[in-house]
Nanobody, 124 residues
Framework: VQAQVQSGGGSVQAGGSLRLACAGS????????MGWFRQSPGKEREGVAA????????YYADSVKGRFTIFQDAVQRTVYLQMTSLKPEDTAMYYC?????????????????WGQGTQVTVSS
């Protein structure tokens, strides 16, 4: 059982870009859904983007479509979230997770392995 290891994040001004990375393991990367979620203070966690590792099918929340891109490096078993045109409302703690089935950007109904979280702060 391997938890996800996250990297990236930080602080940026509105309009800037950041990239997050989430490293899976050989035990849980193939035939899985890897998703990015975020939670800001006082709000519920929400799905941002997800990718099914076998097919490469991607899913995005409406709020990030056209600005965020999820992509994977299958050799490195790593999924990235490239965030551009960042807005202050994108400020949140971002978490990656790996689970069995993608259901759009919905939280997994089954058990999942979660990353430790990484803070993204966008200033106006």
């Amino acid at each position: 059982v391997q938890a996800q290891v996250q990297s990236g994040g930080g602080s940026v001004q509105a309009g800037g870009s950041l990239r997050l990375a989430c490293a899976g393991s050989r035990y849980n990367y193939r035939s899985s859904c890897m998703g990015w979620f975020r939670q800001s203070p006082g709000k519920e966690r929400e799905g941002v983007a997800a990718v099914y590792t076998d097919s490469g099918m991607t899913y995005y929340a409406d709020s990030v479509k056209g600005r965020f891109t999820i992509f994977q490096d299958a050799v490195q078993r790593t999924v990235y979230l490239q965030m551009t045109s960042l807005k202050p409302e994108d400020t949140a703690m971002y978490y990656c997770a790996v689970y069995q089935y993608c259901n759009g950007v919905a939280e997994p109904a089954e058990s999942a392995y979660w990353g430790q979280g990484t803070q993204v702060t966008v200033s106006s």
